[in-house]
């Protein structure tokens, strides 16, 4: 399958900044919608955030509206995820994917954890 690697995860303090990056091994990133994910302990992935292969498009899960960008760089064939006012709850790894209408063609790296805390 295809390899995608995120990366710029790390250790933050509350209303601190990170930006996350996404890439692939073998896979033109650029021929898909691409969404961040976030599992949280205890908790089940979630899609946090989606964008169209285009970049024209963007949407975003309401707890972190407002705080989060994600963007994409047709010619790195990449995808980041700028997060903003981070909060203790945004702590978890964090996974990108396809997303939206190429969901049922996903494969999932690693992740990057991110912690939040004081």
């Known amino acids: 399958q295809v390899q995608l690697v995120e990366s710029g995860g790390g250790l933050v303090q509350p209303g601190g900044s990170l930006r996350l990056s996404c890439s692939a091994s073998?896979?033109?990133?650029?021929?898909?919608?691409i969404g961040w994910f976030r599992q949280a302990p205890g908790q089940e992935r979630k899609e946090i955030s989606c964008?169209?292969?285009?970049?024209?498009?963007?949407v975003y899960g309401d707890s972190v509206k407002g705080r989060f960008t994600i963007s994409r760089d047709h010619a790195k064939n990449m995808v980041y995820l700028q997060m903003n006012s981070l909060k203790p709850e945004d702590t978890g790894v964090y996974y990108c994917?396809?997303?939206?209408?190429?969901?049922?063609?996903?494969?999932w790296g690693q992740g990057t954890q991110v912690t939040v805390s004081s």
């Open positions: 964008i169209t292969k285009s970049g024209g498009s963007t």
């Open positions: 994917a396809t997303c939206g209408d190429y969901s049922d063609i996903r494969s």
């Open positions: 073998g896979f033109t990133l650029n021929w898909y919608d």
